[in-house]
């Protein structure tokens, strides 16, 4: 059994497949800090000297992998099926026998159908309709001629004019607030970026927030906030301390 | 000419080339011609005739349901005539309430605007016209006319089935668009005019 | 239940209904079920039932090119097994060539599984099915099943030419799961055997 035996040696771990594969499913190891692609290194290096391909093994190795990686990708990203994210370890590897239970009937399914199709190759049935089979008729309810009026009539209207005052829509320049938030920050170490623009209309708030992400990408602020919808809150970046920089790295993370 | 004289492989009997025909004809849907059959079965011509006899005689009418029919193109199979009632209910489809807006307005160009080609409701509707002229000319509403004598294009009509479903004695009894202009050149014009407008 | 007495109409005798029957399955396109043909041919579904055995008799494997199968929920003509090498000859299989693991895999779950959406595919396959799915569409094994209550995401099932191309009664027809390999304690048993012998 070529996947048992697996030796792998990474960074995170050093020893046989199998007890990597158990550290994971008790929760002992975290799959994040495991590099899954050394491991299918290893595989494939360990193909490579054998003289006959273990198809069996080949299968095995694709299954749980792809099911690490699975798992692996579901705890990178929590949001994308929190359900499952917050499963408890004991409950995680129950979903993860489930579903490779699952794939498995599907299989066996799938091979019934093939050896279904080899045996059924010699039933031959016709596809589409007989060459001599009666035309089906359509047939319509009885209308009224004023129907056809009316619909000349509608085609006779001149459409209405379509109002396109919602085009009119002007942004100022971003420009404006990047010169607006440079002075401020001349002036003062920190401002909250809500309290600055309350006073301005939405369309304008949009813009400023532009202003203050190129701000940032030119590396002139850096950015605080504490939870989704709380107020951001502007730092000049030479003032930055190390605390700073941290929130800021974990405010990077999650939004992007 | 006479025919040269040859060692006949002996092949399957005709009654199982018969089958292999039948099987051959209820798989098909296009008639199938002796040509084919032979191809098919990998055998004479000739023997296919002898095995077209034998499957007639089987599906022959008041024999069978299944009848064997000679058509241009070859051999079909086709429902017995006592069946026709029967089959005519099994391809009967629920009588349709209304037509949608398109098919009512191509309807109207072509019966109050007189016979018109396809480029020429799409030029009053301002959207392509093929499929919606196509769908009504199979449904028996709009039939064709000839060919307009500038472009050549085919033109289309309405039919006496749409003045019977509109009720209709004869297109002079269409209501009268008097509010649209005076008559079917003027109120074409101003169609166009105003699809060209929306168009834009 | 005792059955009420009624008067019967005579109707046709059997060998006449069966006829019908027989020109009714000749000419149709899909499977037709007792009730189709009861309607087509206005008469008891009691009386159909004779009369398909009537014609089972007369259109069976050895019998005849045309053989009378009990498939995808109804009853419908083929060729004869017999003739399947001059059949191949003329006719394409241009449903079933080529269906790829993928695609068995993919009937299979929307034929155990009921309707489902791409997503529930590719999450129990593990890779995006949208390819899959549209192919397997386009050649007539899966179609739209409306949308699901909550995502909204359109569902998809067999159709019944799946059942007519792997030669199924029904779906019912299909094997149990459960004798089907995979079973979901006993891959974990296997999980934790594998983490106890290591008894790190």
Known sequence: ?256 | MERPLRLVQAGPPVAQLARTVEALLVVASQPLSVADLAAAAADDADRIEEALAVVGARFAEGESGIVLEQVAGGYAFRAAREAAEACGRLFERPVERGLSQAALETLAIAAYLGPCSRPDIARVRGVAADSVVANLVERGLLAEAGRSDDAGAVQYRTTPLFERVFGLESLAALPRLDDLGGDAAEIRERLEQLSQSRGA
């Open chain 1, 1 to 256: 059994m070529i996947v048992q035996e697996l030796a792998l040696d990474l960074d995170a771990f050093e020893g046989p497949f199998d007890l990597l594969l158990a550290l994971v499913l008790r929760d002992e190891i975290a799959l994040s800090d495991v590099e899954l692609v050394e491991v299918v290194i290893a595989f494939i290096e360990r193909l490579a000297e054998r003289e006959d391909i273990d198809l069996e093994g080949c299968g095995e190795f694709l299954v749980l992998i792809a099911s690490l990686l699975e798992l692996k990708a579901r705890g990178l990203f929590p949001d994308e099926a929190e359900e499952l994210a917050e499963l408890e370890p004991e409950e995680a590897a129950e979903e993860l026998a489930r579903r490779l239970a699952e794939y498995r009937r599907m299989k066996s399914a799938a091979a019934w159908l093939t050896d279904r199709l080899v045996a059924e190759c010699d039933r031959y049935f016709r596809l589409g309709p007989a060459p001599l089979a009666p035309r089906p008729e359509r047939r319509l309810a009885p209308q009224s001629a004023d129907l056809l009026g009316a619909a000349l009539r509608e085609l006779a209207t001149p459409p209405a004019s379509v109002s396109l005052r919602h085009m009119e829509l002007r942004f100022p320049p971003v420009s404006q607030f990047l010169d607006r938030f440079r002075s401020v920050l001349a002036r003062r170490r920190r401002f909250d970026f809500d309290a600055e623009v309350a006073d301005l209309p939405r369309s304008d708030q949009a813009v400023a927030f532009l202003a203050l992400l190129e701000l940032r990408k030119t590396g002139e602020v850096e950015l605080e906030q504490s939870a989704p919808f709380a107020p951001i809150r502007v730092s000049r970046c030479d003032l930055a301390d190390e605390e700073a920089v941290e929130v800021t790295a974990a405010w990077n993370v999650r939004s992007a």
